[in-house]
């Protein structure tokens, strides 16, 4: 995994568990879906970089 996709992934999980904590907070369903969206993403972009990194060694 490079160093700028593996901060990218850990970026966008912080901002989606943000998102989703401030959601739940305030009573907003929608944006706490979205921040729990935008979570799973993140997940997904990060094992996808360590199947890559899997693979090249």
Same mark, same amino acid.
Not at 6 to 20: I, R, V
Not at 48 to 54: C, I, L, S, Y
């Given at each position: ?7 990218? #992934? ?5 901002? /989606?568990?943000? *998102?989703?904590?401030? /959601? &739940?907070?305030?009573? $907003?369903?929608?944006?706490? #879906?979205?921040?729990? #969206?935008? $979570? &799973?993403? #993140? @997940?997904? =972009?990060?094992? *996808?970089? *360590?199947? *890559? @990194?899997?693979? =090249?060694?």
């Amino acid at each position: 995994m490079t160093a700028g996709e593996k901060a990218k #992934a850990k970026t966008e999980q912080a901002e /989606g568990k943000a *998102k989703e904590a401030v /959601g &739940s907070a305030i009573g $907003n369903d929608r944006m706490a #879906a979205e921040g729990q #969206a935008e $979570n &799973s993403m #993140a @997940d997904a =972009r990060e094992a *996808k970089e *360590k199947a *890559k @990194d899997a693979f =090249r060694h």
